[in-house]
């Protein structure tokens, strides 16, 4: 088993009600990587995040109303990473998750990507990784004012189906640009949509009925083609020569299609939650194997990293009930705050669902716990600085792990 430590930079309420300032938060995320580093941890991933959430609470639709402070201070991955290659000495870094809609969209992360490896890769004895997870970006909001939007009455219609579809056509991009090729929009994938892709008649009607009211024509169409997003002739990004062997990447998606259609471009792993159900996590992994680009080799359990919270306790002074009952009360106070910041409400039912799913109490209830949830080969991506800003406590609960929990798991 691996275990990797994810860190989201969330700056948001401390137990008192105060949101630490952006120079407090960052302080802690570098300390807290350092300590990382010096305990073992396989990959540091950072959250990555765009615009604020707080002004986006001003506007007609607000996704997270009651979300309090910022959902991540980490809008540029890859300044991040400078920073953290060079403050320690082991650990490798990731992005979980970077929007590809974003910051210039497919073609500039492509480019950002391969500019950092050269630099990265300056060091002939360099062997430590980016890991580049990817994805559409949870929040949509983050992705329109980069144009990420429907343009006519029929985008409108379709676009919770046709945004997965633009995030396929970013991929094809991305990807064909990663591997070195030259490319134009004419080489992309085309967008079609058809009744397959939506979940019932009425949503496939309403797109259908759009499209005859924009043509003025009374017949239903059986397909109906979207130009694409990304427009352009012959491109290669530069620099060219970077090494390749110092990238992995990572896939944000639950799709089984667009997990499927990157690897017939190019090696991509693909990222899954703790709170995903086993069948689903087997099921991935079978079809993976069968799936996974040959270049990548065979495909192994290690290439799903899995988030998962930690509320460890195993503070000086307290009996070994004490620090379960402790850890339990941190677990159910922290997703408890986030749910209400999430939602708006304390849902009990998913409070108590994420909290099965979490690794709650002393060192020796947490071993039990692994090897109840976990496959002996998972890799686990660990959550410590979820609502706590307690950043010495978060380091004591790293070490805790790391010392008591993780040499019964690792070889």
């Known amino acids: 088993m691996e275990f990797d430590i994810f860190f989201s ?26 300590v990382a580093d010096n305990l073992g941890f396989g990959v540091a991933w950072v959250a990555q995040s765009h615009l604020s959430t707080e002004t986006q609470k001003l506007n007609k639709k607000p996704v997270i109303p009651h979300w309090q402070g910022e959902v991540g201070l980490c809008t540029d991955f890859f300044q991040l990473a400078h ?71 029929v985008e409108d219609a379709a676009w919770p189906v046709l945004r997965s579809q633009i995030f396929l056509e970013a991929c094809d991009i991305f990807l064909r640009l990663i591997r070195g090729d ?3 929009s004419e080489d992309i994938r085309k967008t079609v949509l058809t009744r397959d892709l939506f979940r ?57 299609y667009a997990q499927k259609f990157c690897n017939t471009i190019y090696p991509v792993n693909v990222f899954n939650l703790s709170i995903t159900s086993p069948e689903i996590i087997d099921s991935t992994h079978k079809r993976m194997k069968e799936d996974f680009h040959k270049d990548g080799g065979p495909w192994k359990r290690r290439n799903m990293p899995r988030t998962v919270f930690v509320f460890i306790n195993e503070e000086e002074g ?15 106070e922290a997703l408890g705050s986030y749910w209400n910041a999430l939602e708006g409400t304390i849902d009990p039912e998913k409070i108590s669902k994420a909290a099965n799913n979490a690794l709650i109490g002393d060192s020796e209830e947490i071993i ?4 109840e949830r976990f496959h002996p080969d998972d890799r686990l991506m660990t959550w410590f600085d979820f609502f706590n800003h307690d950043s010495e406590r978060v380091c004591r609960n790293m070490a805790s792990f790391m010392k008591l929990v993780a040499p019964h798991f690792t070889k």
């Not at 017949?219 to 020569?241: G, V």
């Not at 039990?368 to 090897?371: E, Y």
């Open 200 to 256: 019932d008649d009425e949503s496939w009607e309403s797109v259908q009925n759009s499209k005859m009211e924009s043509e003025q024509n009374s017949e239903k169409s059986t397909h109906i083609n979207i130009p694409n997003r990304w427009e352009f002739e012959k491109i290669k990004t530069i620099p060219q020569k970077w090494n390749r062997g110092l990238l992995n990447l990572i896939a944000g998606t639950h799709d089984p």
């Open 83 to 153: 920073q953290m290659f060079a403050r320690t000495k082991n650990i490798e870094v990731g992005s979980a998750v970077m929007s590809i809609f974003c910051n210039g969209g497919p073609i500039g992360m492509a480019e950002r990507i391969g500019a950092f490896l050269a630099l990265h890769g300056l060091n002939k004895n360099e062997n430590r990784k980016l890991n580049i997870g990817f994805s559409s970006g949870r929040f949509e909001f983050m992705a329109r004012p980069y144009g990420i939007v429907p343009r006519n009455n």
């Open 368 to 371: 039990k716990q692994i090897k």
């Open 9 to 34: 930079i969330s700056q948001t309420p401390d137990a008192n009600g105060i949101i630490p300032s952006e120079d407090t938060m960052y302080t802690n995320f570098f300390t807290q990587l350092e």
């Open 182 to 184: 030259v490319v134009s």
């Open 318 to 332: 307290l009996s070994k009930e004490e620090k379960n009952i402790e850890a339990k009360k941190e677990a159910e």
